[in-house]
Antibody, heavy 120, light 111 residues
Framework: QLQLQESGAGLVRPSETLSLTCAVS??????????WGWLRQSPGKGLEFIGY??????FYNPSLRSRVTMSLDRSKNQFTLQMTSVTAADSAVYFC?????????????WGQGSLVTVSS | QSALTQPASVSASPGQSITISCGGT?????????VSWYQQHPGKAPKLMIF???RRPSGVSGRFSGSKSGNTASLTISGLQSDDEAIYYC???????????FGGGTKVTVL
């Protein structure tokens, strides 16, 4: 059974950088057909797809592209999200998820979510 | 990400059936059989309930079924139970966006 676990700072100051890590167990982050995504959900709102990364690159939401970087850490079997210049609008629950995208398209496993608050 | 259209809320009594619609375009639902549905209870992560329009992951109740007609996908929950009360999201592959298309979510209330 695949498991994903987010970790990172829960409180980030405005204009600073948000950093989250998603530890993966039960599947290699270099597995073919799978990408590794970050999504977020503001209180009472729907899901926003921040982007995803896989062994050959990354794709980001155009609205966040200038501030977001995702990467794979093969040695630790995890992937990371960095978002610069955060504001209060970036306060949300951040989810990491496994995206199956080879001949299909769905998020099969999710982390439990990590609440990030942007405040001074 | 592109936007799919879902009703804000649907309600029914225990034991009844409900259907949630998910409206898209010819770039997503209309051209690809890659629609998935997710159930999210308050404070929890979304859970995959249906993928590839109508396929159920192992462990998901047979009371959940999915279908598609034209540019609209649907999720049907039969024999509604109190634990089905949650928000349901649809997501589709889209040839117009590398990030796919997402619905805004439908809140299901069991009366």
């Amino acid at each position: 059974q695949l498991q994903l676990q987010e970790s990172g700072a829960g409180l980030v100051r405005p204009s600073e950088t948000l950093s989250l890590t998603c530890a993966v167990s039960g599947r290699s982050v270099t597995s073919g057909g799978y990408s590794w995504g970050w999504l977020r959900q503001s209180p009472g709102k729907g899901l926003e797809f921040i982007g995803y990364t896989y062994h050959s690159g990354s794709f980001y939401n155009p609205s966040l592209r200038s501030r977001v970087t995702m990467s794979l850490d093969r040695s630790k079997n995890q992937f990371t999200l960095q978002m610069t210049s955060v504001t209060a609008a970036d306060s949300a629950v951040y989810f990491c998820a496994s995206l199956y995208s080879s001949g299909s398209y769905y998020f099969d496993y999710w982390g439990q979510g990590s609440l990030v608050t942007v405040s001074s | 990400q592109s936007a799919l259209t879902q009703p804000a809320s649907v309600s029914a009594s225990p034991g009844q059936s409900i259907t949630i619609s998910c409206g898209g375009t010819s770039s997503d639902i209309g051209s690809h059989n890659f629609v998935s549905w997710y159930q999210q209870h308050p404070g929890k992560a979304p859970k995959l309930m249906i993928f590839d329009v109508g396929r159920r992951p192992s462990g998901v109740s047979g009371r959940f079924s999915g279908s598609k007609s034209g540019n609209t996908a649907s999720l049907t929950i039969s024999g509604l139970q109190s634990d089905d009360e949650a928000i349901y999201y649809c997501i589709s592959y889209s040839s117009a966006s590398t990030l796919g298309a997402f619905g805004g979510g439908t809140k299901v209330t069991v009366l």
